[in-house]
């Protein structure tokens, strides 16, 4: 029963580098969310999508740009690092038949930008 | 501006006794609550969650209390047990069906002494 997996678990990119964070689920989840959390705060929401080819903009997208080509997979690309990406992103994911389904979290990739 | 907010960091409990989590947020338009907990070097889990139209919501040792007048809500974890050491973060949702998003705390790491 795997959930959410996403790789990388770490990675230390430089300034200006690009790479692309893996998310996928097998939930059959038809929601899936990208978040950041920073030391000391809670999670901000970066894009979601609440199925194949349909993506939104979270609370803190920029530098940032997703897809969403199947409902298994959302990837998470940064084009041109900076330190102010240096987080922990998690990927998420929901059951779409109400709002209040809670959601199901993989293990996260921690990100320094150096 | 933080809409949700943990004031403490962290708490110490004896084991066996009350754990009591506090959570405050601002805005009036939340409609549901959520308590996940979260050990390290892992995602977010969903613990249990409450409804702004209810008071209190009971899952064996968990218990949410919501106080709207007051705009807070606590986790009770009665008794404590050591598996319960962990960040503990209160998320609040605004907005309906695919247009909604969760609203994050800063989180309280609670350590249960033996």
């Known amino acids: 029963n795997a959930g959410v997996t996403q790789t990388p678990k770490f990675r230390i990119l430089k300034i200006g580098q690009s790479m692309t964070l893996q998310c996928t689920q097998d939930?059959?989840?038809?929601?899936m969310y990208w978040y950041r959390q920073d030391p000391g705060m809670g999670l901000k929401l970066i894009y979601y999508?609440?199925?194949?080819?349909?993506?939104d903009k979270g609370e803190v997208p920029n530098g940032y740009n997703v897809s969403r080509s199947t409902t298994e997979d959302f990837p998470l690309r940064l084009e041109l690092a900076a330190p102010s990406q240096t987080s922990v992103y998690f990927c998420a994911s929901s059951a779409r038949d109400r709002s209040n389904q809670p959601q199901h979290f993989g293990d996260g990739t921690r990100l320094s930008i150096l | 501006d933080q809409q949700v907010k943990q004031n403490s960091p962290s708490l110490s409990v004896q084991e066996g006794r009350i754990s009591i989590l506090n959570c405050d947020y601002t805005n009036s338009m939340f409609d549901y609550f959520l308590w996940y907990k979260k050990y390290p070097a892992e995602g977010p889990t969903f613990l249990i969650s409450?409804?702004?139209i209810k008071d209190k919501n009971e899952d064996g040792r968990f218990t949410v209390f919501l106080n709207k007048s007051a705009k807070h809500l606590s986790l009770h974890i009665v008794p404590s047990q050591p598996g319960d050491s962990a960040v503990y973060f209160c998320?609040?949702?605004?907005?309906?069906?695919?247009?909604?998003?969760?609203?994050w705390g800063a989180g309280t790491k609670l350590i249960i002494k033996p």
């Open positions: 409450i409804s702004s």
């Open positions: 998320a609040a949702k605004i907005g309906r069906d695919s247009n909604y998003q969760l609203i």
């Open positions: 999508s609440v199925g194949a080819g349909i993506t």
């Open positions: 939930m059959n989840h038809n929601y």
